[in-house]
C-alpha cells in the first residue's frame, strides 16, 4: 500500500537539543518528497523538498532510498520551530499523479 | 500574487444548512486541492483536481460534500446538508503540476466552519 508515516504524534525537547521528525513512505515508484509546516493558526507552508537539497532554517532531510525515509533533522530546536510539520509525498506512474500526507508531528521546544 | 484566495474565512451554520467554500487558486498553477483539518484526525486531503479534472476524490468522506472546478481560477467545496461533525478548517492549495510531479503546493489561509 502506498503511504506516508509519522510515528510521532507529539515530539517534545528543549531549546538547544537536536530534533528528528521521522518520516517512512511505502511507494512502489521514484517519488518526490516534501516537508511543509504549519506554525499557530497560520497556513501550511512547503519547508523543504528534497530535491533542492538545501538546508531551510536550519532544517535538512536527506531521502533514504533504502530505508524509504526522508526524516527531518535540525542539530538545535528553537522555541521558534514549535509548529506541526508534515511529511508529503507526490508521484507519478503510468496510472496517474498520487499525493500522500503524514498525520504530522507536533514540535514543542521547550525554554 | 495575493496567493490562494479563500472565502468566507469563518463560516458558522446550523446543522442540515448548504455550506459553500470557495477558493481562487494561484494564477497559472494548473493543480488544485482541498484539504479538511481537525484535531482528531489532522490534515486529510479530501479531493484534487487537475487542469480543472477531479483526478481523486477518495478522500470526500460522503455524499454529502461535493467539489467542482468550472474553470482554472475558481472551485468550491459544498457540504449539503452539513453536521456538526464537518467542524473543521478546511485548506485549498495549488501548485504548478509537470507530468512527473504535483511540486509544490501553497495553501491558502483556510475557511474555519462550525456547524451548530
Known amino acids: 500500500a502506498q503511504r506516508v508515516t509519522q510515528p510521532e504524534k507529539l515530539l517534545s525537547v528543549f531549546k538547544g537539543a537536536p530534533v528528528e521528525l521521522k518520516c517512512n513512505y511505502s511507494?512502489?515508484?521514484?517519488?518526490?518528497l516534501f516537508w511543509y509546516v504549519q506554525y499557530s493558526r497560520q497556513r501550511l507552508q512547503l519547508l523543504l523538498r528534497?530535491?533542492s537539497r538545501e538546508s531551510i532554517k536550519g532544517f535538512t532531510a536527506d531521502l533514504n532510498k533504502g530505508e524509504t525515509s526522508f526524516h527531518l533533522k535540525k542539530p538545535f530546536a528553537q522555541e521558534e520551530d514549535s509548529a506541526m510539520y508534515y511529511c508529503?509525498?507526490?508521484?507519478?506512474?503510468?496510472?496517474?499523479?498520487?499525493?500522500?500526507f503524514g498525520q504530522g508531528t507536533e514540535l514543542s521546544v521547550k525554554p | 500574487d495575493a496567493g490562494v484566495i479563500q472565502s468566507p474565512r469563518h463560516e458558522v451554520t446550523e446543522m442540515g444548512q448548504e455550506v459553500t467554500l470557495r477558493c481562487k487558486p494561484i494564477?497559472?498553477?494548473?493543480?488544485l486541492f482541498w484539504y479538511r483539518q481537525t484535531m482528531m484526525r489532522g490534515l486529510e486531503l479530501l479531493i484534487y483536481?487537475?487542469?480543472?479534472?477531479?483526478?481523486?476524490d477518495s478522500g470526500m468522506p460522503e455524499d454529502r460534500f461535493s467539489a467542482k472546478m468550472p474553470n482554472a481560477s475558481f472551485s468550491t467545496l459544498k457540504i449539503q446538508p452539513s453536521e456538526p461533525r464537518d467542524s473543521a478548517v478546511y485548506f485549498c492549495?495549488?501548485?504548478?503540476?509537470?507530468?512527473?510531479?504535483?511540486?509544490?503546493?501553497?495553501f491558502g489561509p483556510g475557511t474555519r466552519l462550525t456547524v451548530t
Open positions: 492549495a495549488s501548485s504548478l503540476s509537470s507530468g512527473t510531479s504535483y511540486g509544490e503546493q501553497y
Open positions: 511507494y512502489s515508484g521514484s517519488p518526490e
Open positions: 528534497h530535491i
Open positions: 508529503a509525498l507526490s508521484g507519478w506512474s503510468n496510472q496517474g499523479g498520487k499525493l500522500i
Open positions: 494564477s497559472g498553477h494548473n493543480s
Open positions: 483536481f487537475n487542469n480543472n479534472v477531479p483526478i481523486d
